[in-house]
């Protein structure tokens, strides 16, 4: 099956902006989509397709995708952001249907 | 209120069985297609099985494959996943998603496999 490879933390001061990126072949062929999971609690979608929001998601995450890479953009990280967040896609090696992302635990200083 | 709830997980010794069930509200569960998802304990998150809004059209994870079956009952509003020959690497929290974007998410269910 495709691998999706995230970086596996990042940290951001609170206010600011991060940017958590997904690289993976299939990638060039299907948009990802993005789970932020709290400890303890299932994951939820925060952006999917091109740049879209599940009602009740705030406008401050934001998605992008150039090639083999996309990438989920928070900007003015709040407190409450603080969680690991999966990408997610189609998987293009046709062996899955779909493929997730090793992970990014984000950390709001 | 959209809704998915899981039960059937425990407590399972190595190759036995366990089926869970995925119940749906809140939405029309049979334009859906879904999907299970697991997460072993301190891990990433791992796709396990697709099946279409009909039921027609299955995909299985290599690592499941031949030993669990996913079905639905679009008349009860539920998902299944048939799980034979468990072994210790499936102990892990076991998620229904619905849609190809996988929204909603069930609360999962916790399946040990263990003697």
């Known amino acids: 099956s495709s691998e999706l490879t995230q970086d596996p933390a990042v940290s951001v001061a609170l206010g600011q902006t991060v940017r958590i990126t997904c690289q993976g072949d299939?990638?060039?062929?299907?948009?990802a989509s993005w789970y932020q999971q709290k400890p303890g609690q299932a994951p939820v979608l925060v952006i999917y397709?091109?740049?879209n929001r599940p009602s009740g998601i705030p406008d401050r995450f934001s998605g992008s995708s150039s090639g083999n890479t996309a990438s989920l953009t928070i900007t003015g990280a709040q407190a409450e952001d603080e969680a690991d967040y999966y990408c997610n896609s189609r998987d293009s090696s046709g062996n899955h249907l779909y493929v997730f992302g090793t992970g990014t635990k984000v950390t709001v200083l | 209120e959209v809704q998915l709830v899981e039960s059937g997980g425990g407590l399972v010794q190595p190759g036995g069985s366990l089926r869970l069930s995925c119940a749906a509200s809140?939405?029309?569960?049979?334009?859906?297609?879904m999907n299970w998802v697991r997460q072993a304990p301190g891990k990433g998150l791992e796709w396990v099985s697709y099946?279409?809004?009909?039921?027609?059209?299955?995909y299985y994870a290599d690592s499941v494959k031949g030993r669990f079956t996913i079905s639905r009952d679009n008349a009860k509003n539920s998902l299944y996943l048939q799980m034979n020959s468990l072994r210790a690497e499936d102990t892990a929290v076991y998620y229904c998603a619905g849609g190809n974007w996988f929204d909603p998410w069930g609360q999962g269910t916790l399946v040990t496999v263990s003697s």
């Open positions: 099946i279409s809004s009909s039921g027609s059209t299955i």
């Open positions: 397709g091109k740049n």
């Open positions: 809140g939405f029309t569960f049979s334009s859906y297609e």
């Open positions: 299939s990638l060039r062929s299907y948009y």
